[in-house]
């Protein structure tokens, strides 16, 4: 049972809300606007290195939350921290604090409330934030309007994260300065809160790419129905990622995780449009591909027209 089966098996039931479980944010009903509300959690030993940089660990436990509200095209609101630390280390906290509250600021997102409580011996530091935004209804994305005849879009470069991680596991040694790149995206990820907003009423479905791109579009090509399909020399990579042998720069942008881009997409009629969304966001967009009619998958093609990266797959906690 894989994490999504999980979550269907014991989790899914219809809901009188909006949007329940299965897209980036649930949304909820209120007056003529809807509230977006998504929730992430933080272990140390899984999702971050326990002797993190706790000034990053702030930023990243609420930037992956903004980027789910990115992802719905919600304004960012308030937030909800709920902490179980080893400790109470005043020299820690001050400096999470400090990363936490800074990405809170830039996005004039406040902290509302949560809940604190300590660990049972050796329990791994856990963080988890509830962020609540909020969209005028009906112009929220969610992972299921995408139609055939649609372009496929993506934010940003892809892979860069994981080239961070491969570096941390010791399997290749970067150079300086993309080292300092690549690590800033891995632990400060930049959330596309002003793209999502941008592209109300253009995009068809949206998500964010947490997981690896192809795992991800995954969830597009099932709940909207339908075939994406993805030119691998058309995904965008940074300058450190394109100096690497070809199979890790597929492994780093097709299935790599921590990207937080937005994946989407829009009517071809669009196209134009989703540019001028991007320029007011001030984010970088790249058409990755198309949308076609037929059983929901995602094939990724090389400049020959073969299939590449079948062999990849995204990260799943119980795969
Ligand atoms: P994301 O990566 O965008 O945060 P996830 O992959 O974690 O989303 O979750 C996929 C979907 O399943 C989301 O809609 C999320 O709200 C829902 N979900 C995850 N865990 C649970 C759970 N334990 N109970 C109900 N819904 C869940
Ligand atoms: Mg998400």
Not at 150 to 172: F, I, M, P, R
Not at 226 to 246: G, Y
């Amino acid at each position: 049972m894989n994490e999504f089966e999980l979550i269907a098996r014991f989790f899914t039931r219809p809901t009188r809300e909006v949007q329940g479980v299965g897209d980036d944010c649930a949304l909820i009903a209120a007056g003529d606007r809807q509230i977006a509300i998504t929730s992430d959690m933080l272990l140390a030993g899984r999702h971050f290195f326990p002797d993190v940089d706790p000034a990053a660990l702030g930023h990243k436990a609420l930037a992956v939350n903004l980027s789910d509200l990115a992802a719905a095209g919600a304004s960012p609101r308030c937030f909800l921290l709920a902490l179980a630390l080893p400790s109470a280390d005043a020299q820690w906290l001050g400096a999470f604090r400090d990363g936490l509250f800074r990405l809170a600021d830039e996005h004039g997102c406040e902290l509302i409330g949560g809940d604190t409580t300590r660990t049972p011996a050796q329990g791994p530091l856990t963080l988890c934030i509830t962020a609540l935004g909020d969209v005028p209804a009906g112009q929220a994305h969610t992972r299921a309007g995408a139609r055939p005849g649609d372009e496929l879009w993506v934010s940003g470069t892809l892979g860069d994260a994981a080239l961070a991680l491969a570096q941390a596991g010791g399997e290749v040694r970067l150079e300086e300065t993309a080292l300092r790149q690549c690590r800033a995206r891995l632990e400060r990820p930049t959330p596309r809160v002003a793209l999502g907003i941008a592209l109300r009423g253009i995009a068809s479905a949206c998500m964010d790419v947490s997981d690896g791109l192809i795992g991800d579009a995954a969830h597009i090509a099932s709940r909207s129905g339908v075939v994406l399909q993805i030119d691998w020399d058309a995904v965008p990579r940074s300058a450190a990622l394109s100096l690497q042998p070809a199979e890790r720069q597929m492994r780093c942008a097709l299935a790599g995780g921590d990207d937080y881009e937005l994946l989407f997409a829009a009517p071809a009629s669009r196209h134009a449009d989703v540019l001028a969304a991007a320029q007011v966001a001030g984010v970088t967009v790249t058409a990755i591909g198309r949308v076609l009619a037929g059983a929901p998958a995602v094939h990724v093609m090389d400049g020959s027209g073969a299939r590449v990266g079948e062999h990849l797959r995204a990260f799943d906690h119980f795969a």
